[in-house]
């Protein structure tokens, strides 16, 4: 009886022990896409983004874009990621601000990641 019980046991752990990785994996392949795949562009409105040249930061107003934002990544033009920050944990009414005052005189591309594809705006730095 107690070996009926230990099968039966065992073979439930290991039936949602699958399950539970095939929906990890399925997250995985619809989660956030790595840096070298191609994310849908997002079109948004300019009233977004504010710059502010006198105090070197880039104002991003998450309130105003229409999804939810979960990653910001800064690459410069030869595409070498400089700055990378996680977004998920803040508020969506959120006026974030991104310091541009280290970054060396350039063109750099700011991507705006969301599950559903990623905003893109490029700024010039003097």
């Not at 896409?33 to 710059?51: C, H, M, V, Y």
């Not at 040249?53 to 400089?82: H, M, P, Q, R, W």
Request: charged residues 20%.
């Amino acid at each position: 009886m107690n070996f009926k019980r230990l099968t039966l046991t065992l073979a439930l752990v290991l039936i949602g022990s699958l399950a539970a990785f095939a929906q990890q994996d399925e997250f995985t392949a619809k989660g956030v896409p790595d840096a070298g795949s191609e994310l849908k562009e997002i079109s948004t409105d300019n009233q977004s983004f504010f710059i502010d040249d006198e105090s070197s930061v880039y104002y991003i107003d998450f309130e105003s874009i229409n999804v939810t934002l979960n990653t910001i990544v800064v690459k410069n033009a030869s595409g070498s990621v400089v700055f990378q920050e996680n977004l998920y944990n803040l508020p969506v009414n959120t006026i974030y601000e991104l310091d541009y005052s280290t970054y060396k005189p350039g063109t750099y591309q700011i991507e705006l990641r969301a599950y559903s594809g990623v905003i893109r705006k490029s700024i010039t730095v003097l």
